[in-house]
C-alpha cells in the first residue's frame, strides 16, 4: 500500500474541462472547485474534489493556505540550450536594427552557434541547468528542449545528450527536439548537407532516443521543398514533426507541416485566413510565443483568430537568447492575454492542457484522477491572479509528481 498525500485547503481547484486537445472557445471552460482536496499517490493524482466529499485516509496532509491550485504549467517551445550571450545585439536592435539584418549579416544565431559548439559539454550542461531552474520556478513542470545551435550533426546531438543528461537530474520533464535551424549559406554545400540531413541524420536523431524533429522555414532559413524533404524524412523513421512557421513571411510551411500531420506550427505571426484555417481544420497545434512579440516589437500572432476559427492552441516561452529571453511560462501567459488577445481561460488551457497536447503527452495538463500530480500553488485563492500578474511571482510552490520542488 503506498502513501498517500492529501493536499488540503484550497480555495480554488482550476483545470482545464474535457479531455485531450481543447478546441477553439472550448479552451474557455474551466473547471473550477471551490475549498478543495487533492489526493496524490505514486506522483499521481488518484481523487480531487470538494474537501467535504473526500473520505478516504491520508498518510500525508499538505496544507495550501487558501490559495488556488493551477496544472503545472507545459512549454512546448524553448532553446534553452546555448553557449555565450546576445546582449550586443539587444543593445543594437533597441539602436534600430531589424532581427532579419542581423540574420542576414551573420550576426545573431551564427555568433550564438560559435558560442555554443565552443563551449565545453559541463559548462553547456551547467547554464541550462541553471536556465531550467528558473523556468521550473515560474511554474514550467514540462519543458521542451530544442538542439539548433550545432549545425554539425556531432554538435546537434550533443546539445541533445545535454538535455538528457539534464532530465536525470532535474525534477521537471524535459522533452529533447532535433531542430533543423539554418542550412549552410554555399549553394553547393547546401545541396550535400541535405542528403547528409535525410540520409546519415535522419537514422542517428532516432538513434539518439530523440522523439520529434522541427524546421525553421523562412526567407532565410529552410525554402518548403527542403523542409517538405526533411519532415518526410523524419516520419520515414517513425519521428514527430513541427515546424517553426509564417514568422516573417506565410511560405506555405504551415500547409506543409499540417500535411505531414505535424505536432505543432509554432510562431504564426505573419499566418493570415488561409492558413489560420488550414490549422483549425487539422489536429496540429498552434504555437504561440508572445516573447518574441514583446523582445523583437514584432506583430503579434492573431491568437484570437486562431481559437475563433476552431483551432487548438498553445503558448511557449520560445525561451532563447536572441529572439526571446523569457524565462517564465506565467509572464508567456499574462503576455498572451495582452498580445494574443486571448481570454484569461483560454490563456490557461494553452499554457497546460494544450501544451501537453503540443507535445504529445496526453498524462499531464490537468488535475484530475489518473494525471500527473504536477500542480503549482499560487499566491492568491483567485487563479486570475497568475494570467493578471505581470513581472512578480505569482506561482508560490511548484509540484513535480507530487513532490514539492526547491
Ligand atoms: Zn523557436
Known sequence: MTAIQLLTNVAQLVTPAG?????????RA?????DAAIAISDGQVIWCGPRREWTGAADVETDAGWCAVVPGLVDPHTHAVW???????????????????????????RHTVACT???????????TWQRVRRMTRAGATTIEIKSGYGFTLEHELRQLAVVRALAALVPATLVPTMLFHLPPRDAVARVDWMQAAVFEWMPAIRDAAVGSVD????QDAFSVAEAGELLRAARAQGLQCKAHTDQFNALGGTELAIAHDALSVDHLEASGPAQIAAIAASRTVGVLLPGVTLHLRMAAADGRA??????????GTDCNPGSSPLFSMSLAMALAVRLNGLTPAEALTACTANGATALGLSDRGRIVPGSRADFLVLRSADWRD???????????????????TS
Open 117 to 127: 559548439t565552443a563551449s565545453d559539454t559541463d559548462a553547456l550542461l551547467q547554464a
Open 386 to 404: 497568475l494570467p493578471y500578474t505581470l513581472g512578480d511571482d505569482a506561482v508560490a510552490r511548484v509540484f513535480i509528481a507530487g513532490i514539492e
Open 215 to 218: 524546421v525553421f522555414i523562412e
Open 19 to 27: 479531455v485531450g486537445a481543447s478546441r477553439g472557445r472550448d479552451m
Open 306 to 315: 486562431l481559437i475563433d476559427a476552431g483551432a487548438v492552441v498553445a503558448v
Open 83 to 109: 553557449g555565450g550571450d546576445r546582449l550586443a545585439d539587444f543593445e543594437s536592435r533597441a539602436s534600430g536594427v531589424s532581427y532579419e539584418s542581423t540574420l542576414a549579416a551573420g550576426g545573431g544565431i
Open 30 to 34: 474551466l473547471d473550477i472547485t471551490r
